[in-house]
């Protein structure tokens, strides 16, 4: 049987490391949207270069032909930058969720111990308790029972006393 103070203090342990791996998580998260918040400003970049583009086409302007090609390339390539981060930054908070889960159920689990610790101490008192009162009214009905002995036997001692007083008397009268 572990000494609730030890888990306690296992307790505290894991709800610490808990608390540290779910920071870590949130901050995974946090660089996730941010990967995500650039990979969504490369992809307008690139969809306005392209309206640009377009639209100078159209209106035959040279330099705004340029400018929207310019910034169409310019999305493509931020994009193609930030693919890989973006999907390493998936990946790292895969790890951080499965981490932290794994903390959590490791708390839990010294959660559970220690409600099962103290669930059979009270089963424990529960037993003394009861046994204290079993021995208090065993007690109690084995020394009826000796003074129900006592009176009968004194009832039969005095029964017989008078039995044989009488049968002396009897004796004693027969003998005049």
Same mark, same amino acid.
């Not at 990979?39 to 309206?51: H, I, K, N, T, W």
């Not at 640009?52 to 032909?65: I, T, W, Y």
């Not at 998936?90 to 499965?98: D, L, N, S, T, Y």
């Given at each position: 049987?572990?000494r609730?103070?030890v888990?306690?203090?296992?307790?505290?342990?894991?709800?610490?490391?808990?608390?540290?791996?779910?920071?870590?998580?949130?901050?995974?998260?946090?660089?996730?949207?941010?990967?995500?918040r650039?990979?969504?400003s490369?992809?307008q970049?690139?969809?306005?270069?392209?309206?640009?583009?377009?639209?100078?086409?159209?209106?035959?302007?040279?330099?705004?032909?340029?400018g929207?090609?310019f #910034?169409?390339?310019?999305?493509?390539?931020?994009?193609?930058?930030?693919?890989?981060?973006?999907?390493?930054?998936?990946?790292?908070?895969?790890q951080q969720?499965?981490?932290?889960?794994?903390?959590?159920?490791?708390?839990?689990?010294?959660?559970?111990?220690?409600?099962?610790?103290?669930?059979?101490? #009270?089963t424990?008192?529960?037993?003394?308790?009861?046994?204290?009162? #079993?021995?208090?009214?065993?007690?109690?009905?084995?020394?009826?029972?000796?003074?129900? #002995?006592?009176?009968?036997?004194?009832?039969?001692?005095?029964?017989?006393?008078?039995?044989?007083?009488?049968?002396?008397?009897?004796?004693?009268?027969?003998?005049?």
């Amino acid at each position: 049987m572990a000494r609730p103070e030890v888990l306690r203090r296992v307790l505290r342990l894991r709800e610490l490391q808990e608390e540290q791996s779910r920071l870590m998580l949130e901050a995974a998260a946090a660089e996730r949207m941010r990967m995500e918040r650039v990979m969504e400003s490369a992809v307008q970049l690139q969809v306005s270069g392209r309206r640009s583009f377009l639209s100078a086409v159209l209106a035959a302007d040279g330099p705004g032909r340029v400018g929207g090609n310019f #910034d169409q390339q310019q999305g493509g390539s931020l994009k193609e930058q930030i693919a890989p981060q973006l999907a390493a930054a998936e990946i790292k908070v895969g790890q951080q969720r499965a981490e932290f889960l794994s903390r959590r159920t490791e708390r839990r689990q010294v959660v559970i111990l220690i409600e099962n610790e103290q669930a059979l101490a #009270d089963t424990a008192i529960e037993r003394r308790t009861q046994q204290i009162l #079993d021995d208090w009214y065993g007690r109690r009905a084995q020394k009826e029972m000796q003074r129900r #002995d006592a009176v009968t036997r004194a009832r039969s001692i005095s029964k017989s006393t008078t039995e044989s007083e009488s049968a002396t008397k009897g004796d004693s009268t027969s003998l005049l």
